[in-house]
């Protein structure tokens, strides 16, 4: 019976400990910007009612690159972007048609298109998390 006992009670310590690792945790947050194509994107704001984070770029772009790996990867970027946005990514050099929609001359460049309709920006080149996030969420308080 005591074997019973101190085997159940590592088995629950054990599931406790692996129930409350930060990697393992109930409540997670992404590790990665929730991205969609531009007519998913269009789509999901609509019924959502929620405003529209678009970024533009190409593969052969070097800050592209920097945003991608500085700006986009970090934890409060991603947070923000995946809870209060729908956030659209295109590829110049795909959807040529809608980088010419919104008049892309430079890359990167962030654009929102806000749940009434108006278009912001570009907001071109490549831009700091912190700066980004700043800017982004003023935008959206304002609107």
Same mark, same amino acid.
């Given at each position: 019976m005591v074997k019973y006992g101190i085997g159940l009670a590592i088995g629950l310590a054990l599931l406790a400990g692996y129930l409350l690792s930060p990697s393992h945790s109930v409540v997670s947050s992404a590790t990665a910007v929730n991205w969609h194509n531009y007519k998913e994107g269009i789509d999901l704001a609509r019924r959502q009612k929620k405003n529209m984070v678009i970024y533009f770029h190409a593969d052969w772009c070097?800050?592209?690159? +920097?945003?991608? /790996?500085?700006?986009?990867? &970090?934890?409060?970027?991603? &947070?923000?972007?995946?809870? +209060?946005?729908?956030?659209? /990514?295109? &590829?110049?050099d795909q959807e040529k048609r809608i980088a010419r929609q919104f008049g892309v001359r430079g890359l990167p460049a962030t654009f929102l298109l806000m749940n009434n309709g108006e278009q912001i920006g570009p907001m071109p080149g490549f831009i700091p998390p912190r700066a980004y996030l700043s800017m982004i969420s003023k935008i959206l308080s304002s609107s």
């Open positions: 070097t800050y592209c690159g +920097q945003m991608e /790996k500085e700006t986009f990867g &970090d934890a409060a970027v991603i &947070d923000f972007l995946n809870r +209060q946005t729908i956030a659209v /990514k295109v &590829d110049v």
